[in-house]
């Protein structure tokens, strides 16, 4: 398949999350007319859009939605593979380490950085712990475009500017805080806490 | 008020956490383009969003830290406090476990409840580690209505129709699985890999 426009892969995505909702409310097969409705696009948008990817599960009735997420994420993990490292090998990042997933997503971690010396050294999910001041030396060497962020509040300010010392462009912040950084550096927070309280408000009406 | 979009909701959870920071570093006073600013959103976004809550605390040169602190806790419902349970002692529970701030924000995990032998009977955080069949005894002692679900994805199913069947009517889902549960089981799926799809393509621009 030929490059995918930014444009596409917005919608890409768009679909994406829209097939995950039917899939959770039980519904296996999605039509192109119920998306295109969904993002205010032409029907047709979504056929030319569906009809570039390696899909099969059409039949007269609508996408398999299982089949046609299932033909997005490996498309748009394939076609822009990320390098990232996690800062923090405590539980989550180790949790995160595990994650097997993210490299059908297209996001390899390559190592993770901690400043415990009973950590450092050993492996998680055959990456290496390695020591946080060796941070510099590992970015010279490798392309990494991302840090992923899993240490403790009170530790995150610094450790994001050590980062953005090192040039890491893109934080995926973990941290229960929220991190100043300098405009040209982009900061995903993960919120915990605000998911959580979403799921909290919407139970408690 | 009205019901309040999860878009409200996760900036008013992030507005929270700076309000915090603030107030341990002893700011009592925090302007909008203060907090718009870290967030890279609108300072016109933030006024619009506080502007819904009863807060009262608003001066010329600012919010009343610890007032606006305060009214987001009302208004979220931090005082409503909910009791939850960790299925799964892994890493990711684990992780869980030992983030403190999920108290102040009214949810208290009891207990963390999992298969391995080598890990029940130790404590995690304080709470302890109990054998999975003994979620229905512990379920009727407690009142706990949220069952948060850290185990492997091909694990899941089954352990949600498990704590289904013990009467749990919330399931926070952090497994990269869809679950199926009756109509009257609430699902919240921490979708990690849709969090990074939209990051990642953010970032490829």
Request: aromatic share 10%; net charge neutral; hydrophobic share 40%.
């Amino acid at each position: 398949m030929d490059k995918i426009s930014d444009k596409v892969i917005n919608r890409l995505t768009q679909y994406h999350s829209i097939l995950g909702d039917c899939i959770k409310k039980g519904t296996t097969t999605v039509t192109s007319s119920y998306m295109a409705a969904l993002l205010k696009v032409d029907d047709s948008q979504v056929r030319k859009d569906v009809s570039m990817l390696n899909n099969t599960g059409k039949s007269r009735v609508g996408y398999n939605a299982f089949q046609l997420k299932e033909t997005i994420e490996k498309t748009l993990g394939f076609k822009n593979p990320k390098n990232a490292l996690i800062i923090g090998a405590g539980n989550l990042g180790s949790a995160l380490a595990k994650y097997n997933d993210f490299e059908s997503y297209g996001l390899n971690v390559k190592a993770l950085f901690d400043v415990d010396k009973n950590k450092i050294g050993s492996e998680i999910n055959t990456k290496p712990v390695l020591d946080i001041e060796k941070l510099p030396e590992f970015l010279k060497k490798t392309n990494i475009e991302i840090a992923i962020l899993t240490v403790p509040a009170d530790f995150a300010q610094d450790i994001a500017d050590y980062a953005v010392e090192c040039k890491i462009k893109y934080i995926w912040n973990f941290s229960p805080t929220v991190l100043s950084v300098p405009i040209d550096v982009e900061v995903w927070n993960e919120n915990l806490m605000g998911n959580f309280l979403q799921f909290s408000y919407k139970i408690s009406r």
